[in-house]
């Protein structure tokens, strides 16, 4: 590896010292064979964990069969895997993505194309939250409004408003005839592992039916399986207009995907927009096995019990260090423990001890192991947490 100084990278991202270069399961491994609990999982990405067998072999078939093909030709692994989308959420059509950033590019514009269609083009604005997190194109960061994201950029875009987060009448205020869409996750990622009341989805559901708006929810990270439904918003009984999917749908592999309704889809004919590798074939073989073992018998019934068991240990270290661990917070085995103090410390101390986890805003330590933990793997980590956070409020 280079010296830091000699690295050509553009210094956006500021990693430690760890080389990984190999990963089995929950397990990292150094190019010195030094094993890592990996509890952040490529940020929610590595759903199944790292190599799995099935997707090393959906990949490699497919690698020797057909690369890429351009959505100028059907591409039978996107019809193959769409159908099984359609069959397991409220959606009628899918676009496939590389990326989250491009699913919520796509939610965005369709939003608009939805109104257009109708004969209301004055219909532009998309209402977001504090703390929100929907990438980092111009529209994303404009969506999500967070002003370390926006800063230097030129003029934030005209049609994107944030409210604050949980403010009820600020948003009945707000949602009106100019508004295209709101925009939410279910459960806030980045923004410090908040998860959004299931009866507040139900109202904002309702507040956009009576406003005539979209409902767009960004799954991108609470997604795939991660709180123990196939999609987090499904605790809630109700369903979006339109949905953006990415990070754990590939397991790995990138991609992503905007989910529909037919209605909320109509505005998007021929010629509006696009993709050259969006659903290619090799992401959609790998897509289609991660979405094969997502909703395999128990496996969720699987994360569920995880879930359970992470959230009550992390309960247990919230009682073993008052005043410094305020909070957990989170759904399923997205979890944020939430301090009185920047939790970078903590990370740094629980990677010396063999621990991977990521940080998120708020002063949240957050955790997103692969949804094929097992029970000791949680155990360890946690007591790793206990050990790293003393560590960490000595130091
Ligand atoms: C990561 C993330 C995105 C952006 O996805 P990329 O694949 O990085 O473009 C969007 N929304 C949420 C909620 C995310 O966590």
């Known amino acids: 590896m280079l010296e830091a100084a000699d690295n050509p990278l553009l210094p956006v991202y500021a990693p430690p010292d760890e080389v990984f270069t190999r990963g089995e399961g929950v397990w990292l491994f150094t190019d010195d064979e030094r094993r890592y609990l ?9 759903a199944l964990g790292h190599a799995h067998p099935k997707l090393v072999a959906a990949l490699t078939e497919q690698a020797g069969k057909l690369w890429h093909l351009s959505n100028m030709f059907r591409i039978e692994g996107q019809e193959k895997l769409a159908a099984q989308y359609v069959a397991h959420t409220f959606a009628d ?8 950033t491009e699913a919520i590019e796509c939610a965005l514009k369709m939003a608009r194309r939805y109104h257009y269609a109708n004969g209301q083009p004055e219909r532009i604005e998309i209402i977001g939250f504090s703390g929100s997190f929907h990438g980092r194109s111009y ?18 875009l005209p049609g994107y408003r944030q409210l604050p987060f949980g403010d009820h009448d600020a948003l009945k205020a707000a949602i009106g005839s100019q508004t295209a869409a709101i925009l939410l996750e279910p459960v806030q990622g980045e923004g410090g592992c908040r998860a959004i009341p299931e009866i507040c989805l139900r109202e904002l559901r309702a507040l956009c039916d009576a406003a005539g708006a ?11 399986g991660r709180t123990g439904k196939l999609f987090a918003h499904q605790w809630a009984g109700i369903a ?7 990070k754990g749908v590939g397991g790995g592999f990138p991609m992503g995907a905007c ?19 969006g659903g290619n074939p090799l992401a959609m073989a790998v897509g289609f096995a991660v979405f094969e073992e997502l909703t395999r018998p128990q496996f969720l019934e699987h994360v569920r019990d995880m879930s359970n068991q992470l959230g009550q240990s992390l309960e247990g270290l919230k009682d073993r260090h008052p005043g410094y661990v305020l909070e957990v917070r989170g759904k399923g085995l997205l979890r944020g423990l939430r301090l009185s103090a920047d939790p970078k ?5 629980a990677r010396g001890l063999g621990l991977l986890v990521g940080v998120a805003g708020e002063n949240v330590l957050r955790l997103a192991p692969p949804l094929i933990v097992q029970e000791a793997h949680i155990a360890k980590a946690v007591e790793t947490l ?3 956070l003393s560590a960490a409020r000595s130091a």
């Open 38 to 46: 990996d509890f952040i999982s490529g940020i929610a990405v590595n």
């Open 93 to 100: 059509r899918v676009f496939f993505t590389n990326s989250g």
């Open 139 to 156: 529209a994303a960061v404009n969506a999500s409004g967070n002003a370390g994201y926006l800063e230097g950029f030129g003029p934030p």
């Open 214 to 224: 979209l409902l767009i929810f960004d799954e991108v990270q609470c997604g795939a």
């Open 240 to 246: 979006p207009d339109i949905m953006a999917v990415a």
């Open 259 to 277: 989910l529909a309704s037919n209605e909320a889809a109509k505005g998007m004919v021929r010629g509006v927009h696009g993709t050259t590798f």
């Open 345 to 349: 410390p903590v990370q740094i101390a």
């Open 386 to 388: 206990d050990a790293a």
